[in-house]
């Protein structure tokens, strides 16, 4: 499968976020998230147009970055998508032939094959277009000995207090979920087949996935071997505004809806999630009741799972535990799910409706529904 790969793909090397204050949402991610900020790049390091902050938990990379005046190449962005996802970039072996092979297939390029170069080696990226404004980077740092990338120094070890540092056990990224325009669904499916050599998944439709107001229509694409997973959503026709018509409107567009962190632990990491003020969804208390008739058993305790207020799925290969963050900005945007498997490769279905409807709570408090 590997070699007739037209595209190969190793993993998702990092997720960049341009924000308006990377400064702060470094602070965040850290102590809220438990991510370690280990790199630096600005004035100080000779970077003039842009700060950016490198963030590292288990094989998770971050990293934010904000621009130093309105002349840098992004900072509109800021003004009409708030702070969010700019690019998903994806480890290859070869840049120059995935930025060709995509070019080819059709994908829009914004940066064509570029080497970085310092005293700790090259770094090489190429980057396109993905949904929206979200971009796609193919990057390679095997000649690359640094602690990033070129301009990225260490960070200045006087910035945070080892004693304030406390990680939760975040692993790994499991998927990366795009929201689309109402119709575009299948064109963007089709963008990751065609282009990417992606393939489907699962597909769900709106009898799966709808509430009396809100409704929504997902596809799972996956490249990379299975590493990398893509959820893409569009609204579907429901009597309210629905959350992905919600998103759309306030980031003014299509962009990444949320990503979902994988943990080995997901009551430990909750827990200490929670004890930093991370927010969460909640569900009612009879999604409790209900559940040991849906998933029969599994091992963890049903108890805390309620307490938390941890979702449970399965599919017949095993079963699932996931949560929700509200969304990290003003913007009911961005969020993050924090999710644990036994087995299963569910993104839970099963749970959309009692999810949905907390969110419409949610929505009704913003005055948004
Ligand atoms: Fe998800």
């Known amino acids: 499968m590997a070699t007739n790969d037209p595209l190969p793909l190793r993993r998702i090397d990092h997720v960049r976020f341009f924000v308006g204050n990377a400064r702060q949402s470094a602070y965040f991610y850290r102590n809220a998230f438990g991510f370690d900020v280990v790199a630096y790049a600005g004035l100080e390091t000779r970077l003039r147009h842009e700060a950016g902050y490198v963030l590292l938990q288990g094989n998770i990379t971050f990293v934010l970055a904000s621009p130093l005046g309105p002349e840098h190449p992004?900072?509109?962005r800021l003004v009409v998508?708030?702070?969010?996802?700019?690019?998903?970039?994806?480890?290859?072996?070869?840049?120059?032939?995935?930025?060709?092979?995509?070019?080819?297939?059709?994908?829009?390029?914004?940066?064509?094959?570029?080497?970085?170069?310092?005293?700790?080696?090259?770094?090489?990226?190429?980057?396109?277009?993905?949904?929206?404004?979200?971009?796609?980077?193919?990057?390679?740092?095997?000649?690359?000995?640094?602690?990033f990338a070129p301009g990225y120094q260490p960070i200045d070890p006087e910035r945070y207090s080892?004693?304030?540092?406390?990680?939760?056990?975040?692993?790994?990224?499991?998927?990366?979920?795009?929201?689309?325009?109402?119709?575009?669904?299948?064109?963007?499916?089709?963008?990751?087949?065609d282009v990417m050599g992606f393939t489907q998944l699962i597909s769900f439709d709106d009898k799966d996935i709808s509430t009396e107001y809100s409704a929504l229509m997902s596809k799972v694409v996956q490249g990379g071997?299975?590493?990398?997973?893509?959820?893409?959503?569009?609204?579907?026709?429901?009597?309210?505004?629905?959350?992905?018509?919600?998103?759309?409107?306030?980031?003014?567009?299509?962009?990444?809806?949320?990503?979902?962190?994988?943990?080995?632990?997901?009551?430990?990491t909750v827990k200490a999630l929670r004890a930093n003020d991370v927010s969460f969804l909640r569900v009612p208390p009879a999604y409790y009741e209900a559940l040991p008739q849906r998933i029969g058993s599994i091992k963890e305790d049903l108890?805390?799972?309620?307490?938390?207020?941890?979702?449970?799925?399965?599919?017949?290969?095993?079963?699932?535990?996931?949560?929700?963050?509200?969304?990290?900005?003003?913007?009911?945007?961005?969020?993050?799910?924090?999710?644990?498997?036994?087995?299963?490769?569910?993104?839970?279905?099963?749970?959309?409706?009692?999810?949905?409807?907390?969110?419409?709570?949610?929505q009704a408090r913003r005055g948004t529904l």
Request: zero cysteines; charged letters at 25%; hydrophobic letters at 40%.
């Open 74 to 76: 992004e900072s509109q």
């Open 225 to 268: 071997n299975g590493r990398i997973k893509f959820p893409i959503n569009e609204p579907a026709q429901g009597k309210r505004r629905s959350q992905i018509e919600e998103y759309l409107y306030f980031y003014h567009g299509p962009g990444v809806q949320h990503i979902a962190l994988m943990t080995g632990n997901i009551i430990e």
């Open 303 to 362: 108890e805390d799972l309620a307490e938390l207020g941890i979702l449970v799925d399965r599919d017949d290969a095993g079963y699932m535990l996931q949560i929700f963050t509200k969304p990290v900005a003003d913007r009911p945007t961005l969020f993050f799910e924090i999710i644990q498997r036994h087995g299963s490769r569910s993104f839970g279905k099963g749970n959309f409706k009692a999810l949905f409807e907390a969110i419409e709570l949610e």
């Open 81 to 147: 998508h708030g702070d969010g996802v700019q690019d998903i970039a994806l480890e290859v072996e070869d840049v120059p032939a995935a930025y060709a092979t995509a070019v080819a297939r059709g994908a829009a390029g914004i940066v064509p094959p570029t080497l970085l170069e310092d005293e700790h080696g090259v770094y090489e990226y190429a980057t396109i277009r993905a949904y929206g404004d979200t971009t796609h980077s193919f990057v390679n740092r095997d000649r690359y000995r640094g602690i």
């Open 162 to 193: 080892p004693a304030t540092y406390h990680q939760t056990g975040l692993a790994a990224i499991d998927h990366i979920v795009g929201n689309v325009e109402e119709g575009k669904m299948n064109a963007w499916v089709k963008f990751y087949q």
